[in-house]
C-alpha cells in the first residue's frame, strides 16, 4: 500500500494542488515552492506525534493567504447568504492494500472496485454565529472604501475546527485504525545529536526502541532487576548514607499511619520504558559519545537509524518516511553515496518520500521517480522528469538514457531555477553570465535564472522536459553551422521547440560562437583592441604586439578564430577576466558589444 496522490485545498502556498506520489518518491525544485509545505500537510492526516496533534490546530499563516484575501472580498462585494468560508483541506489517496491493510481501512474505502481509499485532514469553520460574525464585519467596514474596508475584517481563527476523515463519505476516522499507518518526519531543521539519545519519549531513538516488541529486551530487562538488588542490598556506602538519611528524617518529619521515615536506593527504573530513556549512540571505531561528532557524520547517522528501522520493523501495518534535505552537513561525495543507497529494498508496507535542494542528491536519485515542483503564474505545479516519454519508444528510450548519463551536479540546477539558458559548451557556459552582467549590471542568479551546457548539441534531450509539462523559461543559444552539413540543425530545432516558453536562438552572421563575437565587434577600433588584448593573454606568442597592432586596423575572422578554435575554454576564461575588470573600473565604458542574437536571448529570458 502507498500514497498514490495528494491533493490539497488552501494550505500555506497551495490555493489547489495535486501531486502523484510513489512508493518512492524524490521531490525537488527552487527555494520556497512547497516541498516542506507538502510534507507538513501530509503529517496533518498521518503523524501521530504530539507535535502533529498541536500543529493540527493551525494558524491563521497556514491558511492560503489568497484564500483568505477572496473571504474577505466576499465579505465586502457579497450578500451574507454568498459568503462561503475558506477551509484547509489535505486529501490522502492509498492504493494497492495487502489483505491486512484492507482490514485497516476498511471504512475508508473511496474507490473499492479499483481498491482506492481515501483519508483527509479538514480544518473548518464551526461556529453557530455565522450570520452574527458577518453582520460584524459588515458594521466594521460599514462606510470604508473596498482597499480600506479590507484591512478591518477579521478572519474567525478561533471558530475553526479540526477533523479527521475517511472514505467517500468522510466519515470520522478512529484513531485506534489511524495510528496503524505511521509516518516518521525528519524535518530539515532536525537536531540529529538531540534526537540521538533517548532520554524522553519525545526522541526519535525513544522511540524507535519503544516501537519494538517488548520480550526483545528480557534479558535486558533481568540484568536491570539484578542490577537493583545489588543496589538494595549494598553493605558499604549505601547502607550508611541510607542510614543517615533515615536519622534525620526522624528529627525533622513525623511518621504517619501509611508511611515510615525508611528510605531505600534502587538502579533508577526497572520498568523498560524508562529503562530505554537510558540508552544512547556511539559512533566510529574509538566508541565515543555522539556529543563529540561533527553534524554531518551525526546526520548520516541518524538517517541510518530510521532507515535500519524502517527496514527491519516487523508487523507494520504501513510506514511513510518522510526525508527533507537529506544533504544537511553532508559534503558532496557523502551526498552521493546516500542517494545511491537510500532508497533500500521495494515493500507494500513501507513509502519514501525526499525532498532535496542537492543537485547532487538529484543527479543520483532515480529519474523515474522524481517530480520538480515549479510555479505558473500564480499556480504550484509538479511535472515527473520522464513524464511524456515512452521507454517503448527507440527515441525516447535515446533520451531516457541521456538525461540519466548527462543530469549530472551541473545541469540539474536547471530544475532550482524558472529561468534557463543552454549554451552548447564551455565557451557559453563561462560567457553568458559576464554578458548579462555587462548589459544589465546584474547577475543572472538575480533573476533566478542557470545557464545549462549540454556539452554538444543535444538540446532534444533537455527541451523534451520542458515541453512535456515543465514549464520554466528555456532559450537556447546555438551556432546556425551555416555551410556544414549540419546547417538544418538550429532552424529544425526551432521549428519543433519554439513556443511561449522555448525559443531557439542561432548565430546571425557567422556559424559559430566565437565567430560571431569577433564579427559583432571588428566595427569599431576600441573593439577590436579590446578583443586583440584578450588573444594576446591566451596566445602570447601567435598574438604579439604586431598581430595586435594589425588587428586595431582590421579583423581577419578567419584568422582570428584560427587562434582560438584549440583554446576556447582559455578564451572564454580570458575574456570574462577582461570584461569583469571593465566592469569594475568603469561600468559605462564598453569596449565590447554582445552578438545581437543573445541579447534576443535576454530579452526573452527577461520577459521583454
Known sequence: MYISKVVIENFRNFKSFEIELKPFTIVIGENNIGKSNLLEAISLVLSNDMQAYRKRRLEIEDINFEAISEFKRDIIEKEIE????????????????????????????????????RFSYLFSYKSKKRKQFLLKQKENINGKSPTEAIEYIDFPIESYEFELLGGVSDIKVDGYYLKMLKMDYLDALRDAKRELNSNSDKKLLYRILSDRKEEKFEDIKSLIIELDKAVKNDKNVLEILREDIGYYLDKISLETETSSNNVDFMFSSIELSEVLKKIGLQYGDDAVSIDRNGLGRNNLLYIAVVMAHLYEKENEYYRLVALEEPEAHINPILQRHLSINIKGEEDDKQQIIVTTHSTHIASYLDLLNTVVLFKDGKEIKNHYLLSGFNENKAADKKTIRYLQKWLNATNSTMFFSRKVIFVEGIAEEILIPIFYQWEYGTSLDKINCQVVNVNGVAFSHFLDIVKNGYFVKSAVLTDSDCKKKTEARADELGKKYNSDIIWVFVTEKTDTFEKELFVTNKGKRANRVYLANVLKRVRPNKCNDAFKEKCSKAFDINELFGCVEEYKSEFAFELAEAMEKTLMKSPAKKEFVIPQYILDAFKFIKGE
Open 82 to 117: 454568498d459568503v462561503v468560508f475558506p477551509q484547509v483541506r489535505v486529501d490522502l489517496y492509498v492504493k494497492e492494500p495487502n489483505w491486512d491493510q484492507e482490514t485497516v481501512i476498511d471504512n475508508w474505502w473511496y474507490d473499492f472496485e479499483n481498491k482506492i481509499a
